[in-house]
């Protein structure tokens, strides 16, 4: 077994939280006392304050009450590779996650002129916003999405998800490139714009597909949310993959989006609580 701290609820707010739990569960204590062969004394002493019982001994009463550990007992936050880089530490998990949420907001939002500009100019072969604007929109949107998906990248590490916090900062990378070449392709021959657009898409249309694979990982902690918000990545990934049905996609991204603001919103409530 790896060597890893523990937290566990301070008394008296665990013999609390335990004695609200199986009251709730409409067990006495001794009816609890059987389902997790436990002293009832030992019961008495955890529900007054008067003793902080063993990490088993807490697994066993919440296994007989049927709720997840995590409500009482979780791993210390274990750190992840790209923790200085983005700059995560104890002291703003919260503020990392909220942070998130909201650019993500911003970045659906600008998401729409973002998508005009570039349906135009790729398929019309014209732009109708000109240079400052585009190019102001390109930012907000490259800025926007990195916090967005750092969010991301920080809940992939906290819940020890890998496949999530790389595709993630894969996601952030890309799009960081991508968007500087969008604001040089105003300045070098329209001939190329097709091949890279369809580069593009395809290279996110692949990498969108693993990411969906990491967040429906996530369903341990977020239950359906995780499957549904997964499975959309998935299928939106590969519209954009196959670059024919990429028209498709963009449709696709407007609930998947939402569903992955709601993802932060969630995991920032719970952290919150």
Not at 204 to 219: A, Y
Request: proline share 1%; aromatic share 16%.
């Amino acid at each position: 077994m790896k060597n890893e701290k523990i937290y566990i609820m301070k008394q008296p707010d665990l013999g609390k939280k335990i004695f609200e739990l199986r009251k709730q569960k409409g067990f006495t204590q001794e009816e609890l006392v059987e389902k997790c062969n436990i002293n009832v004394r030992t019961i008495q002493r955890i529900e007054a304050g008067e003793t902080t019982p063993r990490s088993v001994t807490i697994k066993l009463i919440l296994e007989a009450l049927d709720v997840e550990n995590d409500e009482i007992i979780k791993e210390n936050y274990a750190g992840g590779r790209f923790d200085k880089l983005f700059g995560f530490n104890s002291d703003n998990f919260k503020s990392v996650l909220n942070l998130a949420w909201i650019f993500g907001v911003v970045y659906f939002l600008f998401g729409f002129a973002e998508v005009a500009a570039e349906t135009n100019y790729y398929l019309d072969g014209e732009n109708y916003f000109n240079d400052f604007s585009y190019i102001l929109i390109k930012i907000t949107t490259v800025v926007s999405f990195t916090f967005f998906m750092r969010g991301f990248v920080f809940v992939g590490s906290y819940y020890k998800n890998g496949l999530l916090e790389f595709m993630s900062f894969l996601l952030i990378l890309l799009n960081f490139v991508f968007g500087i070449s969008d604001i040089l392709s105003l300045y070098i021959d329209e001939s190329y714009t097709y091949y890279f657009m369809v580069a593009k898409v395809m290279t996110f249309g692949c990498v969108g597909v693993i990411f969906g694979i990491g967040i429906i990982r996530l369903r341990k902690y977020i239950g359906d949310l995780a499957i549904a918000t997964g499975v959309l990545e998935i299928v939106t990934g590969v519209f954009f993959a196959t670059v024919i049905l990429a028209i498709v996609g963009v449709f696709a991204l407007i609930p998947l989006e939402l569903l992955e603001i709601v993802i932060l919103y969630k995991i920032a409530s719970k952290l919150n609580q």
